[in-house]
Every structure is written in C-alpha cells, then in structure tokens.
C-alpha cells in the first residue's frame, strides 16, 4: 500500500535508497566495559567510518546521521570537546571518503546565524570536507551538526514567508527552505541502543521512512543490522 506521504516522483529505485542514522548508544556501551563515555563515542566514530564504507558498496545513495544536536551542548564540557574533536576526525578522513566516491554533506544552525554554535575548528573541518570531496560522484554522506529539525522546520517557515510574503505557504515553499533542500525524503530510520523516539532529528524529511529500532549500542552496530534495516524496504516495497 503507497504511503501517502511519499511523493510518487521520488520512489527510492529511481533517486536512490536514503538512510538515516541516531548513532546512540556510545555512554552505556563505554560503561559496561568500565571505560569512560569518551571511549564509547571513539568507538562510535570507528563505527560510522565502517558504516560508510558499508552503506557505499551497497550502493546506497544517501546516508544522513546525527552527530550532534542543539541540545548535547549541555552535555559536560570535557565530552562535548572530546565529540568535537571526533567530528573533526571524521571530517578529516578524506582519503576515505574520496576512496568510497563519498561526497561530505552538513546540515545544522547556519554558521553566522543567531544562537549557531558551531566552533570555528569544526566549521573549517566541515567546510574543507565538503570542498575535498566535493567532485565524488557516489554516495552523500551529510552530518547533522548542532542540528535540531523543529528549529529547522520552523526556520524554513520563517524564510519562506519573508521571500514571498504575498503567497501561500505550503509544503513545498517550506521544504524549500530546509537546510538541504536536495536531500530526498528519508527511506529508513535507524535508533540504535534500544531507544524508540524520533528525537528531534530529521521530523520532516523522514515523514514516511520506515523505522529500524534495534538493542544494539551504535559501537556494535555493523552491516549485519544496516542489512536489517535495508530489508524492511525491499519486504514492503
Ligand atoms: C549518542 O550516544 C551519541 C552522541 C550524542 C554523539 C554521536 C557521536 C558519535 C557517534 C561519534 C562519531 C560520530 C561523528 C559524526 C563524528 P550517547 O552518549 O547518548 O550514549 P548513551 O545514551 O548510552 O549515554
């Protein structure tokens, strides 16, 4: 049965598969070893890069994960560096990225816009991430960074207004207006870690993706579960 939210003109055959990822887990995987929560989100970046690699020989066509909200800035200072500095990490794997033809992608608070709290390191890394791969030609790796999609929502509201005060808002003048407009909606969403929220991250994108809920932390996660998640499209496609 069609999901009446899903456009017709973008069925996942033609424009390529989009899988989004809430990476949880890394704190409870790091304490049941007795190791700190900052050795659990190490070991979750490790995860991501497999899963990179992973997502891109299976030909998948967008992979979009949450690396940081607007809300984990009130996590203790010393984590949220030591996040930080493994979004740089990430961002810095550029021999990587441009051996899989994975194209880097953010979404988040615009740099120069009010309450943005991307810091400079991290807005570099970013920026020379997109530029360096910028030329691949396969997947699109996009990291939500300081991204929480209500204030994204309401943002593109906000803008789509100004732009044509004397129109109707709609769907489409608002979808627009998202932070990446080009990334098509989202096919499957996986929550790691046994949590089965949404989470503020992807609300409008992901209106209609099926939902991949598994016990594992993000650091176990591997191609094994992303097979999972991916077979809940082919059994109802
Ligand atoms: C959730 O685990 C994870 C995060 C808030 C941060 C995500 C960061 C990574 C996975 C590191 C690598 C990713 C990038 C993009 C560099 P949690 O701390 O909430 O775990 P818990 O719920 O067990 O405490």
């Not at 009446?4 to 598969?17: E, H, K, L």
């Not at 991501?48 to 992979?63: F, G, P």
Request: proline share 7%; charged share 25%; glycine share 6%.
């Amino acid at each position: 049965m069609p999901d009446p939210f899903t456009p017709t003109t973008q069925q996942p055959t033609s424009r390529g598969t989009h899988v989004a990822c809430i990476m949880d887990g890394n704190g409870r995987w790091a304490k049941r070893r007795g190791l700190p929560r900052t050795a659990g989100h190490t070991a979750g970046e490790e995860t991501l890069a497999e899963i990179v690699r992973a997502a891109a020989h299976r030909n998948i066509a967008y992979l979009t994960v949450f690396g940081f909200s607007t809300e984990n800035w009130v996590r203790p200072p010393s984590e949220v560096r030591h996040i930080l500095g493994l979004h740089r990490r990430l961002f810095g794997r550029i021999d990587e990225l441009n051996a899989n033809n994975v194209r880097v992608n953010w979404i988040g608070r615009p740099f120069d816009e009010p309450g943005a709290r991307t810091p400079g390191p991290v807005q570099k890394a970013i920026r020379d991430a997109i530029n360096d791969t910028k030329h691949n030609t396969g997947m699109v790796l996009t990291v939500a960074f300081d991204y929480g999609s209500r204030i994204e929502i309401a943002r593109a509201a906000q803008r789509a207004q100004t732009k044509r005060p004397t129109k109707e808002i709609n769907a489409d003048t608002i979808a627009a207006e998202l932070y990446a407009p080009e990334l098509p909606p989202v096919d499957v969403l996986v929550r790691t870690s046994g949590e089965t929220r949404i989470s503020n991250f992807l609300l409008w994108q992901a209106a209609s993706a099926r939902v991949y809920f598994t016990d594992c932390s993000w650091p176990d996660f591997g191609a094994t579960q992303l097979d999972e998640a991916l077979a809940l499209l082919t059994a109802t496609r």
